[in-house]
Structure formats: C-alpha cells, structure tokens
C-alpha cells in the first residue's frame, strides 16, 4: 500500500515537473519555427546582397546595406514621415478615444447603442477602410469636398490624396479614425474599475468636477492609458496596409514610411537584402522608443 | 460629477449631442460606402448616391462577373484554418501558463507577449522567401501559417486570462475525483471557459479574414482572399465607386457581424490584463 502511494506520489512529482513544459512544447516549437527563425533570417538577409530575381546571387556584404539606406534620401524622408505620422496619430487617437470613453462612461438611454456602434471602425479590413476613404477624399465627387466647399470653408476641390501637401494629413486622419475606438474601449474599462465612493468621497469634501478629474479620473486610468499607447505604438507601426492601399507611398515620396519603404522595396524592386536592412533598423528604432517609453512611464507609475 | 443628477436638457447638451457627434464621425464613412453600393452606377456621379432608387445591382455584378464567391470561400478557408491552429496550440499552452510555477516561466511568457511587438514587415519578407523554398506560395497553408504568427500569441494572452478566472479549486477537487491534469483540463476547465475559446476563436477569425499584406505577398493566382481582391478591384474598376463599394460592403460583413455579436466578451477579455496591470 505505501509502496504504491510512494510511486505515484514519485510519478505525480516527475509529471508536474514535465507537465508544464510538455504542454507547452507545441505553441513554443512552432512560435520558433515560424517567428523566431524569420526573424533571425531577416537579420541575416539584411547582410547580404539578396535580390530576388537573380536567385544565386547570395554574397556577403556585410553592413553595406545599413551604410547605403544612412546615406539614401527616401530613408530620411520615410524616417521624418514615420516620425510624424506616430507622433501625430496616436495622441490623436488617445484623445479621442479619452474623450468617447467620458461619454461613454456618463448614463444616457442609448449607452448601449452607443457602445456596440463605436467599435465598428476597428472590425473593419483595412482595405475596405482604405477603399472608402479614397472614395471620400475623391477629388471630383469626393463627399469630404462637397462638404467642405457647400460650408465654404474651401473655395475649390482638393484632390487630398494626390496633392504631397495633403496627402500625409489625410492618411492621418483615416488612421484616426481607425484606431480611437481601440482606446475609447480600453479607457471605458479603465473608468469602470474606479470605485464609485471615490468621487462621493470628493464630491462631499467640495471638490470641483475638473478637480475630480484630474486627481480621481486620471490617475485611476493611467495604467491603462499607457499600456493602451503602448500596445498602439506597436499596431499604428504596423498599419501601414492602410496607406499602400490608399496612396502606395505616393504622390513622390510623400506618403512614404519606413515599414512602407521596406515593404515596397522587397516587393517592387525584389531587392530582399535592402528591404530586410530597412525592415531591421525601423525595428530597433522602435524598440529604442518602446524601452524609453517603458522606463517613463515605469517612472511615471511608481 | 457623478453624485448630483443633472437636468434632461444639461444632459443632452453635455452628453447625448457630443456622442452623437462622435458617431456620425465614427458611422458617417460607412454608411456612405454603404449608401453609394446601393446607387445606380449612372446616376451617381449625376446625383450623387441617395436611398431613392435604391438598386442591388452593383451586388449582382459583383458577384456574377467578378468572381466575388471564390474570394470569399478562400477567406473562409484561411481564416477558419487559422483558428484551428491558432486555438488548439495555445489552449494547454495558457493552462500550464496559468496553473503551473516552472522555471522558465517569466521568460517563456515574456516570448510570447514579445512577438507581438516586432513589427510585420520583419516577417513578412523571410516568410516569403521560407514559403518560395518549401514550394507552399499560393497556397492556403502558407496564409494559414503567416496568420498564426500573430494568432498564437495572442490567443495565448486571451486564454491565460480566461483560464485565471476559473478557481483552481475546480481541477483540484476534479483530481481527487480521480481525473488526470488533461482529464481535469478537458472535462472541468475547457467547458467552463468555453465563452472565452469562442470569443478568442471569433476574434483570430476576424483579423485572418481581415488581414490583407500577407495575403497579397504569400498568396496569389489560385489563393485570393477577399481584402486581396477588393484591392484588385479598386485598380480594375477605378471609377465603378458603386461595384467597389459594394465589394468593400461585402468584405467587411462577416468581420462586423461577428464583432458586434461578440464584442462584449471580448472586450472583457482584452482590457482585464491591462486594467489590473
């Protein structure tokens, strides 16, 4: 009888070490397989002269290819782009999704309604929003034109998309719209986890609504705030699906980011080696933001 | 401001007119895709789009001569494909993340929350080269895989929080009962958080069926999905703003559907990491 317990207590003991690992095992071996090995072999194609269409052609060049795209212009001008398409969207988006979210979050019979219709920009494919918008923004039968020019704010059609003074506005509006209901939905949930006695506590010691804001409202959602820019930072560096629909990277150069860059160098000019180099340096630039951002706020929470 | 009632009119004034604001931004695009589907491709650049005369015959179209069916079946295929792997990889994978202390664990979690932060256009080229090698281009395993890149993560990251909400106690009295840890898994905490597989599941079919430059790179000839094909469509039919909007209708339909029905658990799901921190 002891002898049997001791050695399922032994086998009990072996599983729950292995258990975990082995449970495990399928999701890891596979994220290696078709995350981590891509990765590293883009980090290894960056390195080389890799051009598509001439298949043999594989030579070591080292860090040519990181030297060459320092000294090309359309990476300075994507970089510059990059820069202000992140810098302008996200806090954008933060702000009006701040400001959605306070409704959403006050009561009004159609709070419902409301809340279920808000997200649709998000569920949408990014070609169907980029397809629309161009439809919109159309220069001779656009309704963004029509409009403008019926409140006379514009005293003729804009042709948004194809004018390089406008088109990067644009775009960035689009994203806009896009990706609010992302925070609107994040801070909404942020919101309802403070404890309604907080403000009944402010509200008897005679503190104003904007002072209840500032000291109960805003901290109580900061934490997800951040997490919330955090996750969007990574996203709006990925949504660049959105502007090769729209624009392709055009008028010029105009609407060219670096992620757009790179992609638009592997798949028109087939040159893999260049593109994985432009594709590495916008990922530690973004890593180096990501970090910096991290230790902020990390200060910022404690 | 939450103790003292306000008056109906400050109400409206306050809180009703600015959210209905914010929604005619938010609608104000799709319903104009939607209303322009549905005009009379001669009338529409005469009159404009408008619920008059209203016509389905840019939906016919769509569907008798550009082909919209294949598309569409395609995306079905890829996206349920993805959910499948996505969903059968990572449900043991969040129960020992969410039951187990092993050593490791901190950075195999932190893995997977990484992999989402690296940007897609470092993917997508070694996929392409990785699919070109193994003969899989145009096909729909190749989709399949590059959607899972994202899916596994996070239907990981979904999953262990669900997982987090069923007591442990449950396994435990389910092991006194007798059961083995995959008995316990299969028969008392699968069952229990199958509103969040579903949810998780329904979500990793909305951003397959959505997803477009994957599609566009790995795909081709035989495989087109529905994003891929109504950006074919913008370049084909440049001005026909009445067969691409319809296109653009279609191809969203599942994906709003979906959300709409599901939105509710999902959000709880999404926004429970970030809110306890």
Redesign the interface.
């Known amino acids: 009888m002891t002898h049997v317990s001791e050695r399922t207590a032994r086998r009990a003991s072996l ?3 292995v ?3 082995a ?2 095992s ?3 071996l ?2 290696l397989a ?2 981590f ?3 590293i ?2 980090a290894w ?1 960056s390195l080389h002269d890799y051009v598509l269409f001439r298949p043999n052609d594989f030579t070591w060049v080292g860090l040519d290819n990181f030297k060459a795209a320092l000294s090309d212009e359309v990476f300075w001008i994507s970089l510059k782009h990059t820069i202000i398409w992140m810098c302008t969207t996200i806090p954008a988006q933060l702000l ?1 999704g701040l ?2 979210a306070l ?2 979050n ?1 009561e ?1 019979p159609w709070r419902p309604v ?1 809340r ?13 929003i ?7 923004y ?1 220069s ?2 656009g ?1 963004a034109n ?1 409009l403008l020019l019926r409140m006379g704010l514009i005293q003729q059609a804009i042709p948004w998309l194809a004018d390089p003074d406008t088109a990067l506005a644009s775009i960035i509006l689009t994203l806009t ?1 896009q990706g609010f ?1 992302f925070f609107a ?2 801070i909404l ?2 919101l309802q ?1 403070i404890p ?1 006695s907080y ?2 506590a402010a ?1 008897i010691d005679g503190a104003s ?1 904007w002072r ?2 500032w000291h109960i409202t805003l901290p109580g959602i900061s ?2 705030m951040m ?2 820019v955090l996750l969007r930072m ?1 996203w709006v ?2 949504s ?2 959105v502007i ?2 729209m624009t392709g990277g055009g008028p010029g150069y105009s609407t060219h980011t670096l ?1 757009l860059y ?2 638009i160098k ?2 028109t000019n087939l040159d ?1 080696g260049y ?2 180099a432009i ?2 340096l ?2 530690m630039l ?2 180096v933001v ?1 970090l910096f951002y991290l230790r902020r706020t990390g200060k910022a929470v404690e | 401001m939450a103790l003292h009632k306000p008056t109906k009119l400050k109400r409206i004034l306050t809180v009703d007119l600015p959210m209905l604001a914010i929604l005619a931004f938010t609608l104000g695009p799709y319903l104009w895709m939607f209303l322009t589907s549905i005009s009379r491709q001669e009338t529409l650049f005469t009159e404009g789009p408008s619920l008059l005369n209203a016509t389905i015959e840019n939906y016919t179209r769509l569907f008798r001569t550009v082909g919209f069916a294949d598309n569409l079946l395609d995306s079905l295929i890829v996206a349920v494909g993805t959910v499948v792997v996505g969903l059968s990889l990572s449900i043991t994978a969040a129960y020992s993340f969410s039951r187990f202390n092993f050593k490791g664990k901190r950075i195999l979690m932190l893995q997977f929350l990484l992999i989402n932060m690296f940007p897609l256009v470092l993917l997508i080229l070694p996929l392409f080269v990785l699919m070109r090698v193994l003969g899989l281009l145009d096909t729909h395993l190749a989709l399949i895989i590059a959607n899972s890149t994202v899916a596994i993560p996070f239907s990981i990251w979904m999953m262990v929080s669900y997982i987090n909400g069923i007591p442990r106690s449950l396994d435990e009295a389910a092991m006194t009962d007798g059961c083995t840890r995959l008995q316990a898994l299969r028969r008392v905490v699968l069952p229990l958080c199958l509103p969040g597989i579903i949810a998780t599941g329904i979500y990793i079919f909305i951003t397959s069926w959505n997803e477009y430059l994957y599609a566009l790179t790995l795909g081709g000839r035989e495989v087109r999905t529905i994003t891929v094909a109504v950006q074919t469509l913008i370049g084909e039919y440049e001005v026909q703003w009445g067969l691409l909007t319809a296109g653009g209708i279609v191809g969203a339909m599942p994906a709003t559907v979906l959300f709409l029905l599901v939105q509710k658990r999902l959000i709880s799901g999404l926004t429970q990491g970030a809110v306890k921190g």
């Open positions: 599983g729950r070490h258990l975990p690992y449970m495990l399928p999701a890891v596979v994220t078709i995350v090995f891509p990765m072999q883009t194609m009006l400001a959605t409704l959403l006050q009004f409301a279920a219709l808000i997200i649709i920009p998000w569920a949408l494919p990014s070609v169907v980029a397809l629309m918008w161009v439809w919109i159309d001779n039968y309704i029509e719209w209901p939905v994040m949930a942020g986890s309604q403000y009944e509200s609504a209840q804001f934490g997800v997490t919330a990574i560096a990925n660049f699906d090769f629909v992620p790179a992609f592997a798949r893999f593109g994985s594709a590495v916008f990922t973004l890593m990501v």
